[in-house]
């Protein structure tokens, strides 16, 4: 090897890494983080408390800032420019998340610890008929809840299903179908009391002013609830593939047969799904029920005669009109309104549970 050879440099060799460099290639580890969030949660609850006093929300946003002024500084010095804006990016992304959590926890919590007073046998089982002061419970508020779910799930679910089967698999962007999607993108929006309102109208020309019934609210949740079903089937129906229509025409087989055999059984998972939050979406329904339904202490199976009342109407009730003593009347609020939320939270895991075991399997 000779002088020159010896001294050419060799491509592509790596270089001395600088001192930034090698500051830049550090990582902060678990515990080091987990510390200075630690130390910047003291620091912000003592400002806060020392100013203040004992207070979640604030005490939050100031543990949230320190942390994230301090593990952008730390991870800046140690890790560089970018690994300290992603972590500074993902530290204001967990604190707003917190901030979303602070009033959903607080709501649970405030309602289990008031609803559980009287989540008993009585409770269940027995109607206000009589009831001025303690004992009652809401075996009538149940009842009419259930009675007017049902009637409006088996109203409004073959309507919804077949309206959306229509869009998606006759409509062919006709006026017919662009005139029905309009229609069901306003239906969506609309105040629930607009539906309380039309529900009430329509009955004061048919049977005369002052109606209410069960019936009545059944027909303004039914209108709540159709465009929900719409939606939700038309989009699980845009989801099955056209190679599973287009290999049945070619077996000879009509096209409503294929819907029925092979479009419906394909995306029976996701409409359920969506069924199922459709239900869960009107069962807690209040303004339209207070204008329709209206309100009774008494069991009333009829939905064509007299009012009938239902979980929500009940706890509004309770808590605006207590009576002679309040406070009976504001547990039993409380426990009916945890009762519709243990409804709802079951709707809901129905709809994960069968989004999850009826799903069609896509792998081999």
């Known amino acids: 090897m000779t002088l020159t050879e010896a001294q050419t440099p060799v491509p592509n060799a790596p270089e001395e890494p600088k001192t930034g460099q090698l500051a830049s290639q550090g990582t902060l580890q678990r515990n080091v983080r987990l510390a200075i969030l630690a130390v910047s949660a003291v620091i912000g609850a003592g400002i806060i408390f020392a100013f203040f006093g004992f207070s979640i929300l604030p005490m939050v ?21 970018r690994h300290a804006s992603d972590r500074l990016v993902t530290g204001v992304v967990t604190t707003f998340f917190l901030l979303a959590l602070i009033p959903l926890v607080s709501i649970i919590v405030d309602v289990v ?10 409770f269940f089982t027995t109607s206000m008929r009589g009831v001025v002061s303690e004992g009652g419970g809401i075996a009538h508020a149940l009842q009419g809840t259930l009675m007017i779910t049902a009637v409006t799930t088996l109203i409004a679910v073959p309507i919804g299903i077949l309206a959306a089967i229509y869009l998606v698999e006759y409509g062919q962007k006709n006026r017919l179908s662009r005139a029905l999607t309009f229609f069901v993108d306003v239906m969506t929006g609309i105040p629930s009391i607009v539906a309380g309102l039309f529900a009430y109208a329509l009955f004061t020309l048919i049977v005369g002013p002052g109606y209410k019934a069960g019936i009545v609210g059944v027909v303004a949740l039914t209108l709540l609830m159709i465009p929900v079903v719409v939606r939700s089937t038309e989009e699980m129906l845009r989801l099955v593939p056209n190679e599973l229509r287009e290999a049945s025409y070619a077996l000879g087989v009509p096209k409503w047969l294929t819907i029925v055999k092979v479009v419906l059984p394909t995306a029976i998972a996701g409409i359920a799904t969506g069924v199922t939050l459709a239900i869960a979406r009107i069962i807690g329904e209040t303004a339209p029920l207070l204008v329709t339904a209206g309100f009774t202490t008494n069991l ?13 109407v009940e706890a509004y009730y309770a808590l605006t009109q207590p009576g002679l003593s309040p406070e009976p ?32 399997k896509t792998g081999r």
């Open 300 to 312: 009333n199976p009829n939905l064509f005669q007299g009012n009938m009342s239902t979980l929500p």
């Open 113 to 122: 610890s008031k609803g559980t007073r009287r989540l008993d046998a009585e």
């Open 329 to 360: 009347s504001y547990d039993r609020a409380w426990s009916a309104i945890l009762v519709l939320i243990v409804l709802v939270m079951a709707l809901n895991i129905i709809a994960r549970l069968i989004s999850k075991f009826f799903a069609p």
């Open 61 to 81: 946003l100031v543990s949230a800032l320190i942390y994230c002024v301090a593990i952008y500084t730390v991870s800046r010095i140690v890790e560089g420019s």
